[in-house]
C-alpha cells in the first residue's frame, strides 16, 4: 500500500545518515517526495550524503543536514527544534547512528562508554527530542530503532556493542507498548534488525546484503505493520535465524549454559536442533 507516513510533503529525519544504511534511508525517503533531514558528524561524509540525496529530492532544500552528536540531549534539541520549526513533526524518525567501538568485557571504560552514548543514549535521545511531537501531530507516524541480531544471541567478541543492542531491543518493545496504550497516538516503533551488510567504506562480500536491499526490506515491513523487521541475507536464511535465535532463548528456558551454541559441549546438540 502507499503509505501515509511515507508521502510527498511529509518529513523524515535519519541519524547516522552520512553513510551506509542511514544514507541509503535517507535516499529513499526523498525520492518518495520527503523534506530529509540528515544528522551525522559533521564533515566531508555527511556534506557528500546530503548532496546525493539531494539529487533524489522532489524539491531544491528537501535534503537538509544537520550535523549532530545524537549522544548529546542538547544537540539532538536543537536539531529537533530545526526540524519542527518548519514541519511541525516529522511522520519518520529512524535512529540508526551507531558506533562499532566497545569490544570485550575488560575493554577499556572510555570504549565502552562510547558504544553506549552513541547506540543507547543515541537512540533514546531520538525518541525523547521528535516523538512527543509527533504524537501530538496525531497524524500516522513511524519511530524506527535500528537493532542488531548480536543484541538477540549476544555471540563472543564484542560484548559492548551486544549489550547497547539487547538495551535497543528491550527499549523499543517498551516504547511500542506505551505508544499503542496512549489514547489517540498513531505513531508506531519498529526494530529494523539487519542481516550481514556492507555498510561504510567496507569491501562487499559475497553473502553480505547491500544497504539498499536492507531499506526494501525494511520498506516492506513497514508496509506490512511488522514490529520486528528481521533481515535475512544471502549467507543467512530466515530459518536460520528463527533457529539461532529459538535456541538462544532456549539456553534460559532448558537452563544451559550461556552462550550454548559457542560451547563445544552444546554443538552436535545446536546442529541437531530443528524448531
Request: overall charge negative; hydrophobic content about 45%.
Amino acid at each position: 500500500m502507499p503509505h501515509a507516513a511515507v508521502a510527498r510533503d511529509k518529513a523524515a529525519v535519519v541519524t547516522g545518515a552520512a553513510s551506509g544504511i542511514g544514507r541509503a534511508a535517507a535516499t529513499r525517503f526523498a525520492a518518495a517526495g520527503m523534506r530529509v533531514y540528515l544528522l551525522d558528524l559533521p564533515g566531508d561524509a555527511l556534506e557528500a550524503a546530503q548532496a546525493e540525496v539531494a539529487g533524489h529530492a522532489a524539491e531544491p532544500g528537501h535534503a537538509v543536514a544537520l550535523p549532530c552528536d545524537v549522544s548529546d540531549e542538547a544537540e539532538m534539541r536543537r536539531a529537533a527544534a530545526k526540524v519542527i520549526s518548519v514541519c511541525t513533526a516529522p511522520s519518520i524518525v529512524m535512529n540508526n547512528a551507531v558506533t562499532r567501538t566497545g569490544g570485550g568485557v575488560w575493554n577499556p571504560w572510555a570504549d565502552w562508554k562510547k558504544a553506549v552514548d552513541v547506540n543507547l543514549w543515541g537512540v533514546i535521545n531520538g525518541v525523547r527530542c521528535f516523538v512527543p511531537s509527533m504524537i501530538s501531530a496525531g497524524a500516522r507516524a513511524h519511530v524506527i530503532n535500528v537493532g542488531s541480531k548480536q543484541g538477540i544471541t549476544n555471540p563472543p567478541g564484542n560484548t559492548a556493542y551486544n549489550v547497547t543492542k539487547a538495551a535497543v531491543k528491550t527499549y523499543t518493545e517498551a516504547l511500542q507498548h506505551d505508544l499503542r496504550t496512549t489514547p489517540g497516538c498513531r505513531v508506531s516503533a519498529h526494530l529494523l534488525i539487519p542481516g550481514w551488510t556492507t555498510t561504510g567504506d567496507r569491501e562487499h562480500k559475497p553473502g553480505a546484503w547491500l544497504p539498499d536491499q536492507v531499506v526494501d526490506y525494511m520498506m516492506a515491513g513497514l508496509e506490512a505493520g511488522d514490529f520486528y523487521i528481521l533481515c535475512p541475507d544471502d549467507e543467512t536464511t530466515p530459518a536460520m535465524d528463527r533457529k539461532r535465535i529459538l535456541w538462544a532463548a532456549g539456553d534460559i528456558t532448558e537452563n544451559r549454559p550461556p552462550l550454548s551454541r559457542w560451547d563445544p559441549a552444546c554443538q552436535a546438540a545446536f546442529d541437531a536442533f530443528d524448531p
